[in-house]
């Protein structure tokens, strides 16, 4: 699989709720702070989330949270070392008379359904294109870095594929995804403890794994799997359709590039 951010579970105060319940969208959480950052921006941070922050070449999530008369628009989710900030704003601020949320207070949490979904479904496709680089061949390709965003989706992996091969093994690479697509798969997400991961990884773990820690594992139907912090479909077969719309080879790294239907 491509590597991605270190996925082992955050030593800092936000719970991630999606670690083991990815179709969670609603949750209730308790305040722990809101402040004013530098440029203006709210951050609300909460005791646990549902919210994906941005990183792993994924999106961050959007939506809303809420308590009483206060609704919180959640625009922009990160993470700093285990803490997650929901940066938004409270609604009716413009004009003067938003109302915000009291430390220790719960709120309720509701992610953008839409977003997540599609979010998800892409980059399910990436650790689908994965598989599929191994399926059709090209064993000589080592996974790199991920890019799972929908103004431009791509994998990138070590190794190069020769230029008169090219066309070829962009048409064997959506062939092969849509294939797993149309069989389906049940898609596996869980934190276990690293020999256990190791062992659904196909017997190692990348190096950037800590050996005292416990990944989360992303293993779609009965391919090896690979640890990943991200949001992911229930099912391969929701993934619904790929197109592999380009391959690109240079300096020694090869970039496939694909997006899927809306």
Known sequence: ??????????????????????????????????HLEDGGRVAVVLDATVFHPQGGGQPADTGVISAGGARFLVEDVRAKDGVVFHYGRFEGTEQGCGIGFKEE??????????????????????????????????????????????????????????????????NELEREANRLISE?????????????????????LPSYISKDSTPRIVKFGDNPGGPCGGTHVADISIINSLKVTNIRVKKGLTKVSYSISP
Do not use: W
Not at 2 to 31: C, H, K, N, W
Not at 139 to 152: A, C, I, N, V
């Open 105 to 170: 207070e719960t709120v309720s949490l509701e992610v953008d359904a839409e977003r997540r979904s599609f979010n998800s479904r892409l980059h399910s496709a990436g650790h689908l294109l994965d598989i599929c680089v191994h399926n059709v061949g090209l064993f000589h390709l080592q996974p790199g870095k991920g890019y799972h965003f929908p103004d431009g989706a791509f994998v990138e992996y070590k190794g190069v594929i020769p230029p008169d091969q090219i066309q070829v093994k962009k």
């Open 184 to 204: 389906g798969a049940k898609v596996l997400a869980s934190v276990f403890p690293y020999e256990e991961a190791a062992i659904l990884c196909g017997g190692s």
């Open 1 to 34: 699989m491509a590597q991605e951010a270190a996925p082992a579970r955050p030593a800092g105060p936000t719970r991630l709720v999606y670690f083991d319940d990815m179709g969670a969208l609603r949750y209730s959480a308790t305040v722990l702070s809101v």
